[in-house]
């Protein structure tokens, strides 16, 4: 089948009108034709009107029964490609498996800083796993559907990956490589806001390792940087940087 | 009739929709409620206009409802709206399903699809759906007859084209394109952005 008729097939694809194998060959087609998946993101839109339209009231049994599984029945972490993975089993360990699996697929787009993100992570599981709730606030934003990931490299050989979620409106850092401060030092992290610099909280690093949510929305943030500040944090970066990376759109 | 309209309802609760995905997605079972209230009249709605079958209907929703639960950190926002993500999840099912029971009952089937009963015809009138229903029948009304049966046919059906063009005694690539060009008309008549 050529590539002309393949175009054709957005309306019966959206509709599951075709059978195994071409739906197979359409889904193989769609990622490099860049107008094919536009008309199909906006036909399926257009049946949900078709579903939208016989909608009922749905019996409060059905409701009560769906409740009653929720409650037993696992979650399955973001996709991972080319790997299907069943639920976690605590509560605790299927969080770090999250903050895995998302990096994993973040480091997937990444190529080349794969394998350090993915030790990264498992530093960032091990820092996190000190405080508890640290570590839920982490792993929901490496496990958000939409977290993004950019890395990058700063001073003498330390290297930095900030994690955003757009959804959730946050952002996280995470280091490697980076010496403790000097004495009576902290870092603290910004959020760049336009043309100013607002607070993002400091960040302990131990072990050379650092990881933590960003405090505060994202906002309008562009970029988030780095700084060394005075024990306490300041209000204003009081030094150059030692990294400012820009945020993933 | 060229002016879009725009409509309300559930379909247009996107953003909020995606937002509490984002909450089941890390075990949200109240967000998970608030989801089931947005969609579960319009899975239910759609299951049941496919498969017919009230009890087998009931099962299946159930099944969609579930899946929501278990694969909400699956959404990808870039592939289309929540809503969206969830009815071609619930229209799947049912398609399978409606297949699946398929070898058994091919003969009343296809006796029932002769009918060709305007699903929308069939369910119980919501308050809230029915000025989006009103719309969507409108532009139904406005596709040529060849496109109003095959969109209807695959969509609130589940058949395949080569069954809608079986069914209809018409060409193979006639049915891929009027399932495409009438779903285009569609979207231009309901003004659906991606």
Redesign the interface.
Same mark, same amino acid.
């Given at each position: 089948m050529n590539t002309g008729d393949l175009h !054709? !097939?957005?309306?019966?694809y959206?509709?599951?009108?075709?059978?195994p194998g071409e739906h197979a060959d359409f889904e193989r087609h769609l990622p490099g034709c860049p107008s094919c998946s536009?008309?199909v *993101?906006?036909?399926?839109?257009?049946?949900?009107?078709?579903?939208?339209?016989?909608?009922?009231?749905?019996?409060p049994v059905?409701?009560q *029964?769906?409740?009653a *599984?929720?409650?037993a029945?696992?979650?399955? /972490?973001?996709?991972v490609p080319r790997q299907s993975r069943r639920?976690g089993t605590r509560?605790g360990r299927a969080l770090s498996r999250?903050a895995l699996a998302a990096s994993v697929a973040a480091a997937a787009t990444f190529g080349s800083v794969a394998l350090w993100q993915y030790q990264e992570a498992r530093d960032a599981r091990d820092a996190a796993q000190r405080t508890e709730g640290r570590a839920a606030d982490l792993a929901?934003v490496l496990?958000? /559907?939409?977290a993004k990931a950019v890395s990058g490299g700063f001073a003498k050989g330390a290297t930095g990956t900030v994690v955003v979620?757009r959804?959730?409106d946050k952002a996280a850092f995470l280091a490697s490589g980076l010496p403790n401060p000097p004495e009576g030092k902290v870092y603290q992290l910004w959020f760049a806001d336009g043309g100013s610099m607002r607070s993002a909280g400091l960040m302990d690093v131990s072990g050379t390792t650092g990881a933590a949510v960003m405090e505060g929305p994202l906002d309008g943030a562009s970029g988030i940087g780095i700084t060394v500040e005075p024990a306490g944090g300041s209000a204003q970066p009081t030094s150059d940087p030692l990294a400012l990376m820009t945020l993933p759109a | 009739m060229k002016a879009a309209v725009h409509i309300g309802g559930p379909a247009s609760a996107g953003p909020d929709l995606q937002e509490l995905l984002g909450l089941v997605a890390r075990g949200d079972q109240n967000a998970f409620s608030q989801v089931y209230d947005a969609v579960g009249g319009s899975v239910l709605g759609l299951v049941r206009t496919v498969l017919r079958d009230p009890a087998q209907s009931e099962e299946v929703a159930q099944e969609v409802l579930l899946e929501i639960w278990r694969s909400a950190a699956r959404y990808q926002p870039s592939r289309g709206s929540a809503m969206t993500w969830i009815l071609t999840l619930a229209h799947r099912r049912a398609v399978d399903r409606v297949r699946s029971a398929q070898a058994a009952t091919d003969r009343e089937r296809r006796a029932a699809l002769l009918e060709r009963t305007p699903a929308y015809d069939e369910v119980t009138e919501q308050v809230d759906a029915r000025l989006e229903r009103e719309q969507v029948r409108r532009c139904l009304r406005a596709l040529t007859e060849l496109q109003h049966e095959s969109v209807t046919l695959a969509y609130y059906r589940g058949l395949t084209y080569r069954e809608v063009a079986e069914l209809l005694s018409v060409p193979l690539g006639t049915v891929k394109t009027r399932l495409r060009d009438g779903l285009i008309r569609l979207r231009d008549c309901l003004g659906v952005c991606a």
């Open positions: !054709l !097939l957005t309306g019966a959206v509709l599951h009108a075709l059978p536009e008309e *993101r906006e036909l399926a839109a257009t049946t949900g009107k078709l579903a939208s339209a016989v909608a009922v009231v749905p019996p059905l409701k *029964r769906v409740m *599984r929720v409650a029945e696992r979650q399955a /972490p973001p996709v639920g509560r999250f929901s496990a958000a /559907p939409d979620s959804t959730l | -």
